[in-house]
């Protein structure tokens, strides 16, 4: 068994693992492999492993790696999404995680106008209130949503999260469990076109507390392919 391999059946262990513990089915939590600067090769290899769902940062490395990839797989774009790279996204994002601004979702909105579907999208909420780091702020959450939900090329399916980094992944949790308060807000308030159906929380240090606290989505890069550098 290649690292990659192992690594990857070690941290689905581990979200088994987070499931038990919580009360929550294994089956509801979906591993996204974040790929970021990382060779086709051990995107190959994790998929030839049975992983499927991978995340890029840059959308002209999503857009690259959508084409060359030989292996049926599903692409997240997880990064910071600037407007005039949108368009490298449509027909090859499955789900954008960090949609935190009318203006953005304005584009994404044009830029699937003629695509099949709608475009799903998760929105990016700051809970640390940190600078540094995108994100709707919590109190303007729902106006926000209401905004983008009335865009008819866009289906809001959930709420991602990027928390403060600490050295210890409990000093994390209530960050986790404040999200999913949040999701369970907005999904009382029925509005059409939103579902709260994912919550993309947890990375390599602290995806089992992510889990416990309701993660569908945890993003893992290093504890796959090992550090980036880059």
């Given amino acids: 068994m290649s690292d990659i391999a192992a690594n990857l059946a070690g941290i689905r262990r581990s979200i088994q693992a987070a499931c038990l513990r919580s009360g929550r089915d294994p089956q509801g939590v979906r591993l996204v492999a974040v790929s970021k600067f990382k060779p086709m090769e051990d995107i190959e290899e994790a998929a030839r492993a049975g992983q499927r769902l991978f995340g890029e940062s840059y959308a002209q490395e999503l857009r690259d790696k959508g084409h060359r990839v030989q292996a049926e797989l599903e692409w997240h774009f997880i990064g910071s999404l600037q407007r ?18 009318l203006r953005l979702a304005e584009e994404i909105n044009r830029q699937w ?53 600490c050295e210890d992944p409990e000093e994390v949790r ?36 992510a889990v416990e606290e309701g993660a569908t989505l945890v993003r893992v890069g290093s504890a796959i392919f090992g550090e980036r550098h880059g």
């Fill in 84 to 101: 005039n790279k949108v368009k490298y996204l449509r027909g090859l994002s499955a789900l954008i995680h960090g949609v935190d601004n």
């Fill in 113 to 165: 106008g003629k695509e099949e579907d709608p475009a799903s999208i998760l929105i990016q909420v700051n809970l640390g209130g940190e600078e540094s780091k995108s994100g709707v702020d919590e109190a303007d959450l729902e106006e926000l949503v209401r905004q983008v939900a009335a865009l008819p090329r866009l289906r809001i399916r959930g709420l991602m999260c990027l928390p403060p980094a």
């Fill in 174 to 209: 209530p960050f986790f469990r404040r999200l999913r308060e949040l999701s369970r807000r907005i999904e009382a308030l029925q509005i059409p076109g939103v579902s709260m159906e994912e919550l993309s929380m947890g990375m390599s240090d602290d995806f089992e507390v």
